[in-house]
């Protein structure tokens, strides 16, 4: 650990409390002598006093993998969801800033019919730019045949998906669907 020289506003010496953690230093503390203004403003002229911060933001991104500090200020559910109260063990699941690609899909499915099937055909095609295939509707109708909706979200880690090359995809994956999983597309 080592103590540095910084800068605050509010604070005059500033020093930062600063931890050597995976092959970088890693700011947890800031700290310094308080302005004499500040105090001035406060009506205590004679005293000195002592300001100081943890940085428990950084100790939380050491101890749940999340990379970026930003991300402690958004309200993006698919960060926020991923923490719960009590929950210690987790880590930070990494997502995409580029937008989803949503296809959906009904077809009338078999006795045979398992969504898990279904999730395999579509990520042997797409691969990682499935990020989810989610049941969206089902009923069955009068004759007792089922149909489902599947939404499939496409979305790239590092690009933006273009809707050529999606569409491409979700042709593939319903040709694949059709003849694998013995289904009728709607």
């Not at 930062?16 to 002598?33: H, S």
């Not at 205590?44 to 101890?63: C, K």
């Not at 990379?67 to 063990?89: N, V, Y």
């Amino acid at each position: 650990m080592r103590w540095i020289d910084t800068y605050f506003p509010f604070t005059n010496p500033s020093f930062e409390l600063e931890i050597y953690f995976q092959e970088k230093w890693l700011e947890v503390l800031g700290c310094g002598v308080m302005e004499q203004e500040i105090l001035k403003r406060s009506g205590r002229t004679d005293n000195v006093a002592w300001a100081f911060g943890l940085g428990l933001e950084r100790l939380a991104m050491v101890l749940f993998d999340i990379p970026d500090i930003r991300l402690f200020w958004t309200s993006d559910k698919r960060f926020t969801s991923q923490f719960a109260k009590g929950q210690l063990g987790v880590k930070f699941k990494p997502f995409s800033k580029y937008p989803p690609c949503y296809k959906d899909m009904s077809l009338w499915i078999s006795d045979s019919f398992t969504e898990n099937n279904l999730c395999e055909v579509v990520r042997g095609i797409a691969g990682d730019l499935v990020e989810e295939v989610k049941l969206i509707d089902n009923f069955t109708n009068k004759k007792g045949m089922t149909s489902h909706c599947y939404r499939i979200a496409y979305r790239s880690m590092e690009r933006s998906l273009t809707d050529e090359e999606i569409n491409d995809l979700q042709w593939k994956v319903r040709e694949q669907v059709e003849t694998k999983l013995k289904v009728v597309l709607r």
